[in-house]
């Protein structure tokens, strides 16, 4: 089975800030990993994805996100927020062993940019 | 990234009646399409996912003769609730990938149902 946890219901941050949103994953596998973001009443747009190679995935509007297999994790990062950023981050988690297997989401961490 | 749209983006009905949505990749062949319905405040529930040609499958306890879905071509889905109900009120969004399972999945801007 696999599974995502994103520990944080809601995140804020000044804007111009560094920002992390957590997240932690477990696959038996190899790991598949996704980053989207949701604004209101919209559906998900796709950040940045991980399948293998650096650790360190650059992705939409200026974010990163940082592969740790040691500890099983895939936090995003941006080394400066803006207001503009404030939305429902999404972390997703796919089994690449034992082929194709849906996508697990986990719950979404608000983001909230303070001018 | 690919584009992929949903018709209508809201739509409100009675009661017992079915409503259909449209999910449409735009810009590449979709060979498999997912349907998701998500509560407030809450993360994705994958109801279906659907190849291209063939029946659906459907998560467990998603009701299959509810939430009829056809995906008759590589560009298009639909997601029809029969019989709607109160209950069925949700946010759907669907998604599509190509066939290799490293492909991304992307989404559809999402339908807002609201039964009366």
Redo the contacts between chains.
Sequence with gaps: AQSVAQPEDQVNVAEGNPLTVKCTYSVSGNP?L?W?VQYP??????LL?Y?TGDNLVKGSYGFEAEFNKSQTSFHLKKPSALVSDSALY?CAV?D?SG?????T????TKLQVIP | ?AV?S?HPSWVICKSGTSVKIECRSLDFQATTM?WYRQFPK???M?MA?SNEGSKATYEQGVEKDKFLINHASLTLSTLTVTSAHPEDSS?Y?C?ASGPN??E???????T?LLVL
Excluded: A, D, E, M
């Design positions: 598949y996704f989207y009443n919209r559906g998900l747009q796709f994805k399948i999404f796919r690449l082929g194709y297997q849906k996508v989401f986990g719950i979404g | 990234g992929v949903q997912f809450q993360s994705l994958l996912t946010f969004i998604s399972p490293r991304t999945q992307y989404f559809g801007p999402g807002r």
